[in-house]
């Protein structure tokens, strides 16, 4: 965990400007609640919306670390909750968990060997009052990932979602042999996902190559938008499809009493629904609303 010490090294003037987008009531709301979770060494440190260092006792590099930083902070805060706001649906589909916290959200940041570029977030959702006493009841929300000096996504953010989808896939299987009691019992479901996850990157990537990173509705003809469109479904329906074989996956550990394993089964489930509900959301139902508001021609 480098978090500290890669920020650090990042001068704020050096950042792009902000940009100027106008956030909605939840988005809004979260920012102003939004904990941070930053790593030095083997410890991870949980700063308040005002950067006081909730747990643990700070040393003498955090500390510092903040006193020299905080305009640095405030920008990565609005910079996360921008990026949420324009290519994630995770405020959204879990406003529900968010409100019932009073909008309380934790950021954790994992930089990505970037000199303190990239960054996967891992976002929770927790009640302030049991924050310290029960920090483990946290609720998982979903990961993103950022680039401090690239705001702006190729192809919509889709190949970060799908590397991620092979990435965790990997993780499970270590974790399998760590948490499973009969780890070989599951053996054809690990080769089943397996199958699904190369597949979904394979095609995708191959579907992407054929797409423009970024789309310039002003000059893209008629048929040409309606033909990207149905590109960015069919990675989709590689998704659900995952997600299906997981799902069933995850409903045989909870029959057989994995309890110490099917949390994670559980979570990659999360990333994958939260991943289809973005498609349908901000990909596919914005193609949509352009293909609609078309004027068919003759």
């Known amino acids: 965990m480098n978090e500290v010490e890669e920020l650090s090294k990042v001068e704020l003037k050096s950042l792009p400007a902000l940009r100027h987008i106008l956030l909605s009531d939840l988005h809004q709301n979260v920012l102003k609640n939004l904990y941070l979770e930053l790593g030095t060494g083997p410890v991870l440190y949980l700063l308040s919306p005002s950067y006081s260092v909730i747990t643990p006792t700070p040393n003498e590099t955090i500390s510092d670390f903040i006193s020299k930083n905080e305009a ?31 909008y309380v959200v934790l950021a954790r ?26 920090y483990k009841d946290k609720i998982y929300i979903g990961r993103d990932f950022i680039d401090l000096f690239h705001f702006k996504r190729k192809y919509f953010g889709v190949k970060e979602i799908v590397n991620s989808v092979k990435d965790q896939y990997e993780n499970l299987l270590d974790k ?37 990173p970024y789309l310039d509705f002003s000059k893209l003809k008629n048929k040409d938008l309606i033909e990207i469109n149905s590109q960015y479904r069919t990675i989709n329906h590689f998704l659900i499809e995952l997600t299906d074989e997981v799902a069933e996956f995850e409903n045989l550990l909870r029959n057989k009493n994995e309890n110490n ?13 939260n991943a289809i509900s973005y498609f349908n959301i901000k990909i596919i139902g914005r193609l949509n609303d352009r293909i609609l508001n078309l004027k068919a021609k003759s």
């Open 109 to 134: 940041l994992r930089e990505r060997d970037s000199d303190g570029r990239r960054y996967e977030i891992k976002f929770y959702t927790h009640s302030s009052r049991e924050l310290m006493t029960n």
């Open 176 to 212: 399998a042999e760590e948490k499973l009691n009969e780890p070989l019992e599951y053996k054809s479901f690990f080769q089943e996902m397996k199958e699904s996850v190369t597949e979904l990157r394979n095609e995708s990537l191959l579907i992407l190559q054929s797409l423009p």
């Open 72 to 102: 640095l902070l405030d920008y990565l805060k609005e910079y996360i909750i921008q990026n949420l706001a324009v290519y994630s649906v995770l405020l959204d589909v879990n406003s529900y968990f968010a409100e019932q916290n009073n």
């Open 261 to 273: 394993f099917v949390r994670y089964v559980t979570k990659y489930k999360k990333d994958l629904a």
